[in-house]
């Protein structure tokens, strides 16, 4: 079945630790995405990809890393520099269509908390 | 300013009924699009429906569909025959003109009763 998994569903680290999130999809979409989401809040943009090797910074960058070495995988790294991480984490994916719509598709999420 | 208001946080609807959800938006682009999430509470976001600025006619996915209304920058989300499923927090969304990342609002969440 074509779609986005996210690994894992629930993460744990100690304050002064770097995480890995995975994010994988087999849909050939070009773009990758990763959103924050605070209690309460709506999704903000962290890091995106449109193609392989090469991403941009959304609003809410700092403290995290990303890399796009394969067009399936777009893992968030997120660093002992990130102040508050705890956060539910929404990785999603694209393609460019002919017209406008581009409709990104979500996986189900990594809930993270720093302990 | 906000670039997508939803006013509403909560609301509820007996089941069946129809129910409106209310979604403005900010943008100087003339080329935008405009879209609708459903996330229940496992936290996957679906996505529901599209509107594209220059679509003339208001988009519909079976029971759903959009009231755009393009001079008062308004994409009002309307759920017809509500069911017990539908119970979850909604967002709007929109992406502007050279920008594939998408905008939210900061969602409204939709109870349905029995």
């Known amino acids: 079945d074509g779609g986005i998994t996210q690994s894992p569903k629930y993460l744990f680290r100690k304050e002064g630790q770097n995480v890995t999130l995975s994010c994988e999809q087999n849909l050939n979409h070009d773009a990758m995405y990763w959103y924050r989401q605070d209690p309460g809040q709506g999704l903000r943009l962290i890091y995106y990809s449109q193609i392989v090797n090469d991403f941009q910074k959304g609003d809410i960058a700092e403290g995290y890393s990303v890399s796009r070495e394969k067009k399936e995988s777009f893992p968030l790294t997120v660093t002992s520099a990130q102040k508050n991480p705890t956060a539910f984490y929404l990785c999603?994916?694209?393609?460019?269509?002919?017209?406008?719509?581009?409709?990104?598709?979500f996986g189900p999420g990594t809930r993270l908390t720093v302990l | 300013a906000q670039k997508i208001t939803q006013t509403q946080p909560g609301m509820f609807v007996q089941e069946k009924e129809a129910v409106t959800l209310d979604c403005t938006y900010d943008t100087s682009d003339q080329s935008y699009g405009l879209f609708w999430y459903k996330q229940p509470s496992s936290g996957e976001m679906i996505f529901l429906i599209y509107?594209?600025?220059?679509?003339?006619q208001n988009a519909t996915e079976g029971r759903y569909s959009l009231n755009f209304q393009k001079a008062r920058k308004s994409a009002n989300l309307v759920i017809s025959a509500s069911q017990l499923g539908d119970s979850a927090m909604y967002f709007c969304?929109?992406?502007?003109?050279?920008?594939?990342?998408?905008?939210f609002g900061s969602g409204t969440r939709l109870q349905v009763q029995p």
């Open positions: 969304a929109m992406r502007e003109t050279g920008r594939r990342a998408l905008t």
């Open positions: 999603a994916s694209s393609i460019r269509t002919s017209g406008r719509k581009d409709t990104q598709y």
């Open positions: 509107q594209g600025s220059y679509d003339e």
